[in-house]
């Protein structure tokens, strides 16, 4: 299943991250505001990053509206 994080370079967010990926997800996009990837250095090779501001629908729509459609 894809599944997008919303704010996943914060704290919480990256928990998240590892939490799904330790449950075997494989399809992890982190949407983030900054450029602080530090947080989820470790498994970086493992998600997508995309940056947007979640205030601005345009940069989420774009993103949802992209997102491969698993059936």
Known sequence: MAI???GGTGFIGAAV???LLARGEREVTVFHVSNAIWRL???AD????????LGNMS?????????????
């Open 46 to 53: 493992q998600v997508t990053f995309v940056q947007g501001d």
């Open 59 to 71: 940069h989420l729509y774009d993103r949802v509206s992209t997102q491969k459609r698993i059936k």
């Open 4 to 6: 997008l994080v919303t």
């Open 17 to 19: 991250v590892r939490e």
């Open 41 to 43: 250095q470790d498994v």
